[in-house]
């Protein structure tokens, strides 16, 4: 851990007695690291896609002898500026999820509905690589929160799944109830499990995905679209609704994100006899 460190600070009062106040700054510190690099991944991960538009437009201007050329770069400055509107897009999206205390007006959101409109928003990805996407619900759960970032955060997951897996295999979400032990014991949860069959993740790096712009592989995830902010603005999600992210994962095997959130009512047979404590 971080060595700590106090600040002190010096009041001279009027009589010649000075008051002392001390404040570990520590936190301060990390803190304000955390800012300063999110800042700097920001910065170059904008200067990549602003860096190749320059060249391709540049190019874009000498290729006018040559169209089928010139039809390459301009479809190529398309996708930076794709990918650069994404990154933007994932940038406003985490910081308005941060800046948010509690969610502003929690509404009852149908569990089955949030996973319908996850899969409609990633079927053509889906489709492109042949990838399977099924869905088995216990049917009627409900959660309390905002439908838009219940799905955001579960298009994310099945967004990952896919991009994260090879063609011709499938992704399977699954929902469940469960009563955890614990500080949230008492609670029921709806556990919303993203299935995938790909290249998995190392064990190592299983507690550093969730944070910003962290990737296993940048190259790849670059190469698929990703912005390194996904499972960041899932983590957040989970939390403004009182739940919380697990992942659990096997390389060259497959990973398994489950999305869990206090369940706001469930149908009556919702609860497994036999099914396990978390
Ligand atoms: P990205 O935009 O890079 O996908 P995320 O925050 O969504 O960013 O994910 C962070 C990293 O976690 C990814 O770059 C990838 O290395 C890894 N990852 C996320 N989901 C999966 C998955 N389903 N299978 C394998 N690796 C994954």
Known sequence: GEPSAVSV?????????????????????????????FVANISHELKTPVGAMQILAEALKDASE???????????IQSESVRMNHL???????????????????EPVEVDRIVAEAFDQTRISAEEKHIEL??????GAEVLGSESQLVTAVKNLVGNAISYSPENTS?????????????????????????????????????????RFYRVDAARSRSTGGTGLGLAIVKHVAVNHGGRVEVSSMPEAGSVFTLMLPARSLPSDAMAPDSDAI
């Open 66 to 76: 040559d169209p089928d050329a010139a039809a390459r770069f301009a479809t190529r």
């Open 134 to 139: 099924k869905y088995t619900g216990v049917g």
């Open 88 to 106: 933007v897009t994932d940038l406003l999206e985490l910081s308005r999820l941060q800046g948010a205390e509690k969610l502003p007006d929690p």
């Open 171 to 211: 992704v399977e979400v699954s929902t469940s109830v469960r009563s955890p032990t614990g500080h949230l014991a008492g609670v029921q949860m709806v556990c919303i499990a993203v299935r995938d069959q790909g290249i998995g993740i190392p064990a190592e790096e299983l507690d550093r995905i969730f944070e």
């Open 9 to 37: 600070r010096i009041t001279p009062m009027a009589d010649g007695i000075s008051v002392a106040e001390f404040q570990d700054i520590s936190e301060l510190h990390r803190v304000e690291r955390v800012r300063r690099d």
